[in-house]
């Protein structure tokens, strides 16, 4: 096919988005300017922002003796590292029951690894939920190390 021949190495079916979408962000920035286009990326920063640091004091509060993360500069997701916990994927059912998701962390590795690493989202739960679902979460922790760990060291995490 002399257009692939062409292309120098680059597929000419998928090494591009296709036209419609093309089109659309075409359309959308030109109907709202370099100066809108600031002002949405400004407001999309204040909003994830916001998000974050309310999600940040949840789990200062209600999780600090779980496990840490680290406060994300930007983005929309948050890495947890639990104490206590080898393997996320194990209550992920648990949490979903208890309402609340969350990626497992092994969902990011190689193979079938355990991992204590869950990544929260953020940016689509409204933020009076934020809470709610840390709080969520942190039950649904206590009760997978109770369930699991029948003879807990002193110290242990657990009411």
Known sequence: NRLKERSSGINAEYGHSCNLSQRVAASFFESIGVEGFLEHTKQVT???????????????????????????????????????????????????????????????????????????????????????????????IRQHIRDKIPERKAGSVLP
Not at 64 to 93: Q, R
Not at 123 to 131: A, K, M, Y
């Open 46 to 140: 204040q909003y994830y922002k916001s998000q974050r640091d309310t999600i940040i004091s949840a789990l200062d509060k209600h999780m600090s003796d779980l496990g840490t993360w680290i406060v994300p500069e930007a983005g929309m997701f948050i890495w947890l590292k639990l104490n206590d916990v080898e393997d996320t994927s194990a209550f992920a059912k648990l949490a979903m029951d208890n309402g609340v998701a969350f990626v497992p962390g092994n969902s990011f590795a190689k193979g079938d690894v355990d991992s204590p690493y869950l990544r929260l989202a953020f940016s689509t739960v409204p933020q009076e939920r934020l809470e709610e679902a840390v709080i969520r979460l942190s039950a649904s």
